[in-house]
């Protein structure tokens, strides 16, 4: 798989496996960080779905409220309490987006790639090892 019939010295392999070694470091750490943020979207997730429902369903009682009552301090408290509701919405439709369902397999597909890479470092790793084996 790998042109390993092209590396020819000891110290050739040494500094390939130095390299491999920091890469597979590197991708240990974005695993784990990932299997980190897989865990936390989840959770998350749900989360927000739910007190975004609450949110829309307040909004609806608001916008009902306000079109029964007539004009005065009451309508324009209501109409404020309608706009904070509205904030909020936007709020929370926003990290619905950053850390919702979708986030949660945007990062569930970097965490396959991830493992996958892995995978192919620590082949190559097996594989130079053993072929700087070979060498004398």
């Known amino acids: 798989m790998y042109s390993l019939n092209r590396i020819t010295t000891i110290t050739d392999c040494d500094t390939l496996l130095a390299w491999a070694n920091k890469e597979k470091s590197e991708l240990t750490l974005k695993k784990i960080n990932d299997e980190y943020s897989v865990q936390n979207y989840?959770?998350?997730s749900i989360e927000i779905e739910a007190i975004l429902q609450g949110v829309i369903a307040e909004i609806a009682a608001q916008e009902s409220v306000i079109a029964i009552l007539q004009e005065g301090p009451s309508k324009e408290e209501a109409i404020r309490k309608k706009t904070r509701l509205e904030y909020k919405r936007f709020v929370l439709t926003t990290?619905?987006?950053n850390y919702g369902s979708v986030a949660l397999l945007e990062k569930e597909l970097d965490l396959d790639r991830i493992n996958k890479e892995l995978t192919s470092v620590e082949?190559?790793?097996t594989d130079l090892t053993a072929h700087r084996?070979?060498?004398?």
Do not use: W
């Open 42 to 44: 989840g959770s998350t």
């Open 95 to 97: 990290r619905k987006e």
């Open 123 to 125: 082949t190559f790793i």
């Open 133 to 136: 084996g070979t060498l004398q």
